[in-house]
């Protein structure tokens, strides 16, 4: 069965300070991937997405994720974090064909001090 | 573009009444996405439907729950008796077919 793991739960960091957040997904198919955010007290949005090309994936707020397929692996990095990054973060992978039943995985909330 | 429409917006309710949860998509998606949102279990997807048809209802916790999407335009989801353990925020997101999904405000239901 499709699943996709985040390893970190719960991050802390400093303004200024360089995000990396981890997302192992568990498929052997051709998939799709994205990256949601859920800010406090708000529904879920997109940050970015990845179907295919270029691994190297920009969104908005300047996040952006890396696909290696080798590792199953699209994690999420942003150089320099802000307060306002402070909020949930999601990975979600779905097949790229077929029903698209999409699997979250388990978020990592960010806390960024300032 | 309105978005994905959710009502109510909070519901507080007592242990044993019936709930119902309403969502109207955005026109033109073709797929429906009913989830459950706790501290303790995360984000769960309950069921989906494709262009109105329920395809996998597996994450419905027990026969309590009931979703149905009568037409392209409106989904429920019914929960009857609520428990309080039933207590979560509700979204509701709609899609195309491989394409990201779009999220409602969500239902923050409270059973007492």
């Known amino acids: 069965a499709q699943s996709v793991s985040q390893h970190n739960h719960h991050v802390i960091l400093s303004e200024a300070a360089s995000l990396e957040l981890g997302c192992n997904y568990s498929?052997?198919?051709?998939?799709?991937l994205f990256w949601y955010v859920q800010y406090p007290g708000q529904h879920l949005q997109l940050l970015l997405k990845y179907f295919s090309g270029d691994p190297l994936v920009k969104g908005i707020k300047g996040f952006e994720a890396e696909f290696i397929k080798s590792k199953f692996s699209f994690n999420l990095r942003k150089p320099s974090v802000q307060w306002s990054d402070t909020a949930e973060y999601f990975c979600a992978v779905t097949l790229s064909g077929g029903y698209q039943k999409v699997t979250f995985g388990t978020g990592t909330k960010l806390q960024v001090i300032p | 573009d309105a978005g994905v429409i959710q009502s109510p917006r909070h519901e507080v309710t007592e242990m044993g009444q019936e709930v119902t949860l309403r969502c109207k998509p955005i026109?033109?998606?073709?797929?429906l996405f009913w989830y459950r949102q706790t501290m303790m279990r995360g984000l769960e997807l309950l069921i989906y439907f494709n262009n109105n048809v329920p395809i996998d209802d597996s994450g419905m916790p027990e026969d309590r729950f009931s979703a149905k999407m009568p037409n392209a335009s409106f989904s429920t989801l019914k929960i009857q008796p609520s428990e309080p353990r039933d207590s979560a925020v509700y979204f509701c997101?709609?899609?195309?077919?491989?394409?990201?999904?779009?999220f409602g405000d969500g239902t923050r239901l409270s059973i007492l």
């Open positions: 026109s033109g998606h073709d797929y």
């Open positions: 997101a709609s899609s195309l077919r491989g394409q990201p999904q779009h």
């Open positions: 498929y052997g198919g051709t998939v799709n």
